[in-house]
């Protein structure tokens, strides 16, 4: 059972486009999501993470917009650049837990075009 | 500083024999996790330690995958008569304590079973 479902799969974008990648839940009890950015070759790296108590994160060109009701969360890359051209992931945890497993989406390939 | 790394980068093996990874975390982190990524797909979950204790296993697909981490530092995931469904890329990743921390993840191993 997928528990976290990522779309699109893959994503075009020109320069200075937005990109927008949507994520949906299932498991309520999930309450941290974080997004991580994976490059060839490397390991993915934490992006940018919300809790359920706010609507709208932003560090920089990157927005997560959160619906706590729809249980859905997008991710948000303004003024898209090629060098954002990696496979992004959403993610969920149940923080009282006491591992902290990441539970991933399917990923999405985004490739931004000069 | 370090990051978590892996070794090796790559393994090739035939069906029936048995591997083993090694994950070397970054210097201090307490929370160490073991992720299998299969081609085009998120990572999905294994096993956690805290310290040196195994304290969720859950994601382990059967008896013939174990892990351990001694000393609570170095990890050794095992993979006894290994098949070609295991085939996939194997992701470490440690944080400085479980929930809300940031998970660094390693390199990884490329696993391929002939």
């Known amino acids: 059972q997928q528990q976290v479902k990522q779309s699109p799969q893959s994503l075009i974008v020109q320069k200075g486009g937005i990109s927008i990648i949507n994520c949906a839940y299932e498991n309520t009890a999930f309450d941290y999501f974080p997004w991580y950015q994976q490059f060839p070759g490397k390991g993915p790296a934490l992006l940018i993470a919300i809790r359920p108590d706010v609507s709208e994160k932003k560090e920089g060109r990157f927005t997560i917009s959160f619906n706590k009701s729809a249980k859905q969360f997008s991710l948000h890359i303004m003024d898209s650049q090629p060098g954002d051209s990696a496979t992004y992931f959403c993610a969920a945890i149940i923080v009282p837990s006491n591992t902290g497993k990441l539970i991933f989406g399917q990923g999405t390939t985004l490739q931004v075009k000069p | 500083g370090a990051g978590v790394s892996q070794s090796p980068r790559y393994k090739v093996t035939k069906r029936g024999q048995d591997v083993a990874l090694r994950c070397d975390p970054i210097s201090g982190h307490v929370s160490l996790y073991w992720y299998r990524q299969a081609l085009g797909q998120g990572p999905e979950f294994l096993t956690y330690f805290n310290y040196e204790a195994q304290q969720d296993k859950s994601g382990l697909p059967n008896d013939r995958f174990s892990a351990e981490r001694p000393e609570g530092s170095i990890s050794t995931l095992t993979i006894q008569r290994t098949e070609q469904r295991d085939s996939a890329m194997y992701r470490c990743?440690?944080?400085?304590?479980?929930?809300?921390?940031?998970?660094?993840f390693g390199p990884g191993t490329r696993l391929t079973v002939l």
């Open positions: 990743a440690s944080s400085q304590r479980p929930g809300l921390n940031e998970q660094f």
